[in-house]
């Protein structure tokens, strides 16, 4: 099947500062990629939809000028978490939608990154 | 009220046991329905999708649909400690549109 990776797969950053971090699709072309967060025990929130070309979609609650997205090609999205405070520490998980590749339209989901601001 | 619901345990079962697993929803609207099997510090990945009422069947994994009870489960039979993750639902409105997950049942399955 796809696969969708992240870079990085871990960071630790000071308070104030600003993370990116990289969704990539390999070897497939993604239209859309979403964002999601996820906090120790807890589920998978979305954060936003991202379609290449155009401005993201956030969910509810979201600041989207915290959580800036940018979707420039196929195959890269990218989210910068910026002026990150403790409580942005968490689990960013990115997926790849590919329509048609499966029966089923699946989305393929990245192996995580996770966020630790002191 | 969550749109979907599931117990977060944590779950633990000897090896060779049936493990069950069940959420619940609000929202008729959804119509696939997914199960996924999330290892520590890692991203989810599919074991289960289905689209309408009934069973499906993959190997040691069974997933049923009861639309009309708004009630989901999936079946692990002879469980093996490989199978110990966080097992998440998720269920969406329509193909390859945005997903809504329950909270996750965290399993143990002890040799």
């Known amino acids: 099947g796809a696969v969708v990776s992240q870079h990085p797969s871990w960071v630790i950053c000071k308070s104030g500062t600003s993370v990116k971090i990289e969704c990539r699709s390999l070897?497939?072309?993604?239209?859309?990629m979403f964002w999601y967060r996820q906090f120790p025990k807890q589920s998978l929130m979305l954060m936003a939809t991202s379609n290449e070309g155009s401005k993201a979609t956030y969910e509810q609650g979201v600041e989207k000028d915290k959580f800036l997205i940018n979707h420039a090609s196929l195959t890269l999205s990218t989210l910068t978490v910026t002026s990150a405070h403790p409580e942005d520490s968490s689990f960013y998980i990115c997926s790849a939608f590919i329509p048609g590749l499966t029966l089923h339209n699946e989305q393929f989901f990245g192996p995580g990154t996770r966020l630790t601001v002191l | 009220q969550k749109e979907v619901e599931q117990d977060p345990g944590p779950l633990s079962v000897p090896e060779g046991a049936i493990v069950s697993l069940n959420c619940t929803y609000s929202n008729s609207a959804f119509q696939y329905f997914m199960w996924y099997r999330q290892y520590s510090r890692k991203g989810p990945e599919l074991l289960m999708y289905t689209y309408s009422s009934g069973n499906k069947e993959d190997g040691r994994f069974t997933a049923q649909v009861d639309k009309s009870s708004k009630y989901i489960s999936l079946f692990i039979r002879d469980s093996q400690p490989s199978d110990s993750a966080t097992y998440l639902c998720a269920m969406e409105r329509g193909s390859g549109s945005r997903l809504t997950f329950g909270e996750g049942t965290q399993l143990t399955v002890n040799p």
């Open positions: 070897d497939f072309q993604a239209t859309t």
